[in-house]
């Protein structure tokens, strides 16, 4: 191997061939690396974009006379970043924050354990309690330069003005997993109304999320905004509400149902709005805000009066002789009897051997005395006309008939109320009968839903909207708890009439009759002197004692409202339900209870029917 | 011995220099992107990096202009001296320098910080091409090959001692420079077959098929199949390579036939044909007695050596953080938080660049700090991720340019002195080239040695400054001697 005669063409070629193609498998790399392989973009931007949610504040409530009933307070939540922190007095901080040191290291190590804080990084703040109260704040905040590293953030909570109204306000919490598969809007922690207004009304009062694009170092430090915020997007603030809810009434009315269960309802006829719906027991709706969210929640949850509840809608009972006022209605318009046409009554409904039984009165009597006196048989003997009625093909196409009018009249089918939990409560048709009686049935089967016990049941905001649709003689509007959306438009489902199917002419007379009942029938303690109500009792069969029912609106001519009591196990009608309804009315209409029924309204008030029903607080 | 005087400013290569400006910009305005920060905006604030490369260009200009100034006879003159002066440096670096991220290469003067290392570059290039500067130099001969060598090694050894082993490595690029003025390429074929087996050895050390470790099943056949290539081409053995081949084929058949019965280490088997070839090459070096059989024997026997003490080198001299890296470039562990971490962020870096790049100052990933050392050794992912694959590219070829430019150049010379300096340039910077990029884009193990006039830093900027500006000062004056 001779080198001494080496070719340097040779070797100077060799060189450059091999310094260019290392620049050549260098262009490769380079072109597989930026132009084949699209994953190293995706993945410099999950290095180094953090998007950020900007919280718009949720919409607040107004009562119809524009008193605040919901709006966001301040909390404080406790941040901390680790990498910031140094050594520090942990027992003076668990003091000021008032928790336990035990809670505090527990704490810690969730907030450090990516498994159960997947975005943990110690460069950026990460929470480490939240919703502080108002005092733990004012003496953190005064020592927060002891402990470097932890910081206050604001955010905020529901506050309440009064506490009153938690039915129909509801609560918020945070979104549960159901809510987040369901809609894409909510993140973890995110809030969400759970009942009430809050929950039905949730797409208007949550605004909509804005949301920043931050820039951020491989430690995790914020480092400024992605092309100076030119991709954020600020939130949209959530719609407020004004409700329908007369707040001072609805808190008059809770005063009165004190110690007692059941529901007072009061609709104003003319537009289906509620001004008040009280459903008892309730609660404190601000005991369901902040850090005792848990603790008062299973409080509530575990008592047996069930305070969560909604009763106004979310019970059904047999709605008693309140039902009687759409039986002549109905009976009027298939012209089964006319104003005129009197039923004899001798204590009882004689082809049902005496039952239903009824009470003392005279006979025989045409309808508005029988809707006065609330006669039992007249309403029997009616229902028997109409099912034997040579009108109808067969006794089942009249039940139908009748099940219609009464669908007709809002019975049935939840109304549509704009709070959720609406129940739709029990109207029978042919069917079935002919499946409970095997096809083999008569008047006489079914006689007692003319009086309305038996197989039908209502919910209390039915039952209210029966008053209202006699109030307005024919027609209503489906009831609802917001008056108004600030900057948005209500859903014509509470703007348009809906009519029941029945004359304006044959509710005259059931008027007249509801009148006759409060000036000389069953609701004589409903007779305001200067106001015409016109009310109707009922009492609702219980295993235990009886519902005590009053339904009424006011005044007869133009009325401005229409109202039902509901007490459950309250007796007789006329023994509880119609003195509050007397007091709601006369609170409503004219502002104040007069003198001379500050007596009653004393006594109604410390009457305690159940006497371990859960005390507000 | 007469002169013709010429204006420098009509001989010097307006080319290079024209592309030595605009990397030196190009680095300025990377230098820029990488360290801009909201709270620093400033191309010229001087507290900032942009601002202090700008000094450093500008000193680097002027070093580079005086430079120019210079008769050229001056660095033949003073090369032995400059070397020596330099190396002395080196020397008093180990003991009095700083300890700065484990390494003592900082020689601190005042407010200066200078890496005496840098310099050492074109120290050797000088003292080298005074070495060869003599008429009918004749590399081979023993006195020559060690004062060569020993001019080359002397300064690796001593920035090894300053714990700069990329620093140091970047010497070997001196062997591209001594085998264009003859050293066998024997020699750089043996370099490129040990790194070759190293790499196949280290890459599939944990690879068994059946009972055979595959990295040293490899080596083994390559071993083989160099050997026989190096005899390929002598006459003396021309009838006999046909049995040989023969006798290896009908081998390999045999072994594929007792596979089919039972398995056994194909090692064993290769490494039994290599012992027979080594017997082989004994009997004919005895019968002809020509070197050429010795330097395959040479080079049979030193690669089974090598090949069985890798493993020994790889576990047992390298330091751990050395292994790690040279395993990440490997492909053997994938270790994105950690070891692998800055080379996963660079090629992240590099590849969301796509094909256009995400715009001046506009990259995310080097903005945020997520590439260490993006200033310095990782800069050109800043290039990657702004500038896509048409700035990369560009960049490239703006080197590659300057690389052959250098080489032509270096070739037009007449005197030796100028042609070993000029290679000496090109070499080093390609080395620099291919260790930095090839780190850069993961094909490389981490490697830390800086973009030549890109990264950040004034002695490597000034350093390769001169070392280029000597260049073309010799060159501008070229023809002067006759």
């Known amino acids: 191997m001779n080198t001494r005669n080496f070719n340097p063409e040779t070797r100077r070629l060799f060189l450059t061939v091999l310094f260019c193609l290392v620049v050549v498998i260098y262009l490769i790399q380079l072109f597989r690396l930026q132009a084949l392989n699209p994953d190293y973009k995706a993945w410099a931007d999950s290095n180094a974009f953090l998007n950020r949610t900007l919280y718009p504040s949720r919409g607040v409530m107004y009562d119809r006379k524009g008193k605040l009933l919901v709006y966001n307070q301040p909390a404080y939540d406790v941040l901390v970043v680790v990498r910031e922190t140094q050594p520090f007095d942990t027992l003076a901080f668990c003091n000021a924050v008032n928790i336990r040191i035990e809670y505090f290291r527990e704490r810690l190590k969730q907030i450090k354990d990516r498994n159960l804080n997947p975005g943990y990084s110690s460069y950026t703040p990460q929470i480490l309690l939240t919703q502080l109260g108002n005092k733990e704040y004012g003496i953190l905040q005064e020592s927060i330069y002891k402990f470097p590293g932890f910081y206050i953030q604001n955010r905020t909570v529901r506050e309440y003005g009064y506490p009153n109204a938690a039915h129909v306000l509801g609560y918020i919490a945070e979104a549960d997993k159901q809510n987040i598969a369901e809609d894409s809007y909510y993140k973890r922690g995110d809030y969400i109304g759970k009942t009430g207004v809050e929950r039905s009304y949730e797409n208007y009062l949550r605004g909509e999320k804005g949301a920043e694009i931050l820039l951020r170092d491989a430690h995790g430090r914020i480092k400024g905004k992605y092309e100076e915020g030119r991709f954020d997007a600020s939130p949209i603030s959530g719609k407020d509400l004004v409700l329908s809810i007369d707040i001072d009434l609805q808190a008059f009315g809770e005063d009165l149902m004190h110690n007692k269960l059941g529901t007072i309802i009061m609709i104003e006829p003319k537009t289906g709005e509620i001004l008040c719906m009280v459903s008892s027991p309730s609660y404190d709706p601000s005991s369901l805000i902040g850090r005792q969210f848990g603790a008062s929640f299973s409080e509530l949850a575990k008592n047996p009066y069930t305070p969560l509840i909604n009763r106004a809608l979310n019970g059904t009972y047999p709605p008693g002789s309140t039902f009687k006022t759409a039986q002549g209605l109905t009976f009027l318009q298939e012209g089964i009897i006319s104003p005129k046409t009197s039923y004899s009554c001798y204590g009882g409904f004689p082809p049902g051997g005496g039952r239903p039984a009824c009470h003392a009165h005279a006979s025989p009597l045409p309808l508005v005395p029988a809707v006065g006196t609330s006669c039992n048989s007249y309403f029997c003997w009616g229902l028997k006309a109409m099912l034997e009625s040579k009108k109808y093909p067969s006794i089942q196409a009249a039940m139908d008939r009748w099940r219609d009018r009464m669908v007709g009249q809002g019975f049935g089918y939840p109304l549509g109320v704009d709070l959720p939990g609406e129940k739709k409560g029990m109207v029978p048709n042919s069917q079935y009968y002919d499946k409970v009686y095997g096809g083999r049935w008569n008047a006489f089967s079914v006689i007692s839903i003319a009086i309305g016990q038996g197989e039908v049941t209502l919910s209390p905001i039915q039952i209210c909207n029966l008053a209202a649709t006699i109030a307005n003689r024919g027609y209503f509007y489906t009831p609802h708890a917001v008056k108004e959306i600030k900057g948005g438009a209500m859903d014509t489902l509470y703007t348009q009439p809906r009519f029941t199917g029945i004359d304006a002419e044959n509710y005259a007379p059931i008027a007249e009759g509801m009148r006759l009942a409060v000036t000389g029938g069953t609701c004589r303690r409903a007779n305001i002197p200067d106001i015409a109500v016109c009310g109707k009792t009922g009492t609702a069969q219980n295993s235990g004692k009886d519902h005590s029912i009053f339904m009424a609106f006011a005044p007869k001519e133009d009325p401005k409202v229409a109202i039902l009591v509901f007490v459950e196990n309250g007796g007789f009608g006329a023994t509880y339900a119609v003195p509050i309804g007397r007091l709601m009315i006369e609170k409503y209409l004219k502002g104040d209870i007069s003198n001379e029924d500050k007596w009653l309204e004393t006594s109604i008030k410390n009457t305690v029917i159940l006497r371990n029903v859960l005390q507000k607080n | ?482």
């Open chain 2, 1 to 482: 011995m007469s002169y013709r005087k010429t204006n420098i400013g009509d001989r010097i290569d307006w080319w290079s220099l024209a592309i030595y400006l605009v990397l030196v910009l190009c680095g300025w305005f990377s230098i820029y992107a990488s360290t801009y920060d909201y709270d620093h905006t400033d191309m010229f604030d001087l507290s900032g990096r942009a601002g202090m490369q700008m000094i450093w260009i500008l000193s680097s200009l002027a070093f580079g202009f005086l430079v120019l100034l210079m008769e050229s006879d001056w660095y033949e003159v003073f090369a032995f001296w400059i070397y020596t002066i330099v190396m002395l440096l080196l020397v008093v670096t180990i003991f009095v320098a700083p300890d700065i991220k484990g390494s003592r290469s900082w020689l601190v003067i005042g407010p200066l910080r200078i890496q005496p290392a840098e310099f050492a570059k074109f120290a050797t290039a000088l003292a080298l091409a005074k070495v060869m500067n003599v008429y009918k130099f004749d590399l081979l001969r023993f006195k020559n090959m060690a004062s060569l060598l020993g001019l080359i090694f002397l300064p690796m050894i001593l920035i090894l001692l300053q714990k700069e082993s990329g620093s140091a490595l970047v010497f070997l690029a001196f062997f591209f420079v001594l085998y264009r003025e003859g050293m066998p390429g024997a020699v750089l074929f043996s370099g490129f077959a040990a790194i070759l087996f190293f790499v196949l050895d280290v890459r599939y050390s944990s690879a068994i098929w059946h009972e055979t470790p595959l990295g040293e099943f490899y080596v083994l056949v390559l071993i083989l199949v160099f050997a026989l290539g190096l005899l390929y081409n002598n006459p003396k053995v021309q009838r006999q390579m046909k049995y040989l081949l023969y006798i290896l084929g009908g081998t390999v058949v045999l072994a594929a036939f007792v596979s089919l019965f039972t398995r056994f280490n194909y090692c064993w088997l290769a490494l039994f044909l290599n012992i027979s070839l080594i017997v082989y090459l004994m009997v004919l070096l005895v019968k002809y007695r020509a070197s050429h059989f010795l330097w395959v024997l040479l080079f049979a026997v030193c690669s089974l050596v090598f090949l069985y003490s890798v493993d020994y080198v790889f576990d047992d001299i390298l330091e751990p953080h050395q292994r790690t890296r040279i395993q990440v470039a490997l492909g053997i562990i994938d270790d994105p938080g950690g070891a692998g971490y800055n080379v996963n962020q660079s090629k992240i870096a590099i590849g969301s660049g796509g094909l256009m790049g995400k715009g001046f100052l506009n990259g995310t990933q080097t903005k945020l700090k997520y590439v260490p050392e993006q200033d310095t050794d990782f800069i050109f992912c800043t290039i990657g991720e702004e500038r896509g694959f048409l700035g990369s590219s560009a960049v490239l070829a703006l080197f590659l340019a300057l690389i052959l430019r250098l080489l032509f150049l270096a070739e037009r010379q007449k005197s030796i002195f100028n042609r070993v300096y000029g290679y000496s340039v090109a070499c080093v910077i390609f080395f620099h080239l291919a260790v930095n990029i090839g780190m850069v884009i993961g094909l490389m193990p981490v490697i830390g040695i800086p973009l030549p006039f890109f990264s950040y830093g004034g002695s490597s900027l000034l350093a390769f400054t001169i070392f280029l500006f000597i260049f073309l000062r010799l060159d501008a004056s070229r023809g002067d001697r006759l």
